[in-house]
């Protein structure tokens, strides 16, 4: 069975010319305690012990070098014959001579593996070309866990540590830029060019870092790759994987604008009402040709979803080659040829939501004064009539049909001149309200009281008026007019 030499905490076999000094000295050692056995003042159990351990702490590979090394030093001081001392010192003579080439050896081992680190993280294409430079660097760490160590091995050790650190990185770097996450990369490249050991150097990295596209240029070019709604959401899904979770700034708000961007398409496309604002509104990117890109995506949107939206027949879409502004302008024509004022109303509001026009616009007030005019005679409430018409007038819309209103005021007057002339009166002269303005201008109040009997001033109840069959109001008609009242006592 071959001997073990203790090495730096770890146990290595002896060679050939350890095991001879060893089997010479246990030689001699015998000897002298045999030639001693019965002797007055014999250290025979002394000597046997001191035999014992120098035998197992050769053979242990857990045993202590510096225990062993003091044993064979004061071995005179059991063994009195001086050829136990001479093979004392030959067998610690082999075991440093041993030493030494072993950790020569292991040196020259470190050395070399830090030569492959460098090697191989310079030619290293890929992330997967330096597993097996990680692997070997992993096993020497485990390996090389001592604290009983000489100082050179000591300073390889952290050496290889700072090889393994850099190595992993230069794979987490090489990852990052295989799967075009710059942010990744640029982190990476940051944080080595902070590193003590350096296995590429410091000038080649921040070459590499120089000559990194900008997060700016990356976001932009993807960005600009969008030809349709369609591309939108595979744009997000590589502005993504290309932003770390520190990722803020213009990324993450160019993120956002295209996420609303989709969201809207996608209502669109399953049958849901879409949002018509979007969150890039009234901001600004860098370079410009983002925010051109977001303004043609909108016009795309806008032209797609105008026609639902409006209420125009489905084959009226816009053309390739046409603008968001020219195809809302041949809508509008097409609304105004129907006489639609419904469309041109949906249309009105889409262009205020365009621009981001949160108040309620002109054509809104006068088209719903001029719907509730209507509304209010065919109910029969004819003053009420005459003060919508009024209002639908005075909002200024080019929506408002001015010729039909015009004749719906005219068949009142003729039909129902009191209610026609108190109507113009309350338009001309409203009472003051405690409620503030009605929406369409007047005391809110009156508008309640107008449906109720009038209390006159003697206090008696104002007779009912007899109720008028519901028509149908159309241009050019006249209010049908209410049956003759008996003269009083007839």
Known sequence: MAACLVVHGSASALDERGEVALKELLKVMREEVDAGKGKEGSAEGSQLRMMSF????????GSDRNALEQHLDSIENLFTQPGVKRAATKLLEEIRREETEVEDARIARAEALVERVK???????????????????????RLDNSAQQSPKLQ?????????????ASWQDYLSARESHDIAAAREVLENLKSERAMFIPRSE????????????????KIVMEIKSLDDVRPAI?????????????????????????????QQYKEGFPPTL???????????PEIETKFLQLQAEFYKLIAPSYV???????????????????????????????GLRLKLSDL???????????????????????????????????????????????????VRAIGERLAALKAGYPEEFRAGIERFMDPPPSRYGSHPYGGNPSYYHQLGRAQTPQSGHPAPAKKETPVQEVSPGSVPPKEPAKAPPGN
């Open 205 to 220: 990295i921040l070459s590499l870092e120089a000559n990194l596209p900008s997060e700016v240029s990356r976001v932009a």
């Open 351 to 401: 262009r205020r939501i365009m621009t981001g026009n949160d108040y309620v616009s002109q054509d809104n007030s006068g088209i719903a004064a001029y719907n509730a005019g209507k509304n209010q005679e065919i109910a029969g409430q004819y003053e009420l009539a005459v003060v919508s018409y009024q209002q639908a007038l005075r909002s200024g819309s080019e929506l408002v049909p």
């Open 277 to 287: 604002r979007f969150t890039f509104q009234g901001r600004s990117y860098d370079p």
């Open 119 to 141: 090697q191989a993280v310079r030619t290293a294409k890929e992330p997967s070309d330096l597993d097996s430079i990680l692997m070997d660097l992993e096993e020497r760490r």
């Open 54 to 61: 120098i035998e197992k702490s050769s053979k242990n590979p």
């Open 311 to 341: 209420g125009a027949p489905k084959e009226m879409v816009a053309r390739e080659d046409e603008t968001v502004t020219a195809f809302l302008e041949r809508l509008e024509e097409y609304g105004k040829q129907q006489e639609n004022f």
């Open 155 to 167: 300073e390889l050790g952290s050496l290889l540590v700072s090889a393994r650190n850099f190595t």
């Open 237 to 265: 899904i590589k502005l993504n994987q290309g932003t770390n979770s520190r990722g803020i700034g213009q990324t993450a708000e160019v993120i956002n604008a295209l996420l609303g961007i989709d969201k809207n398409y």
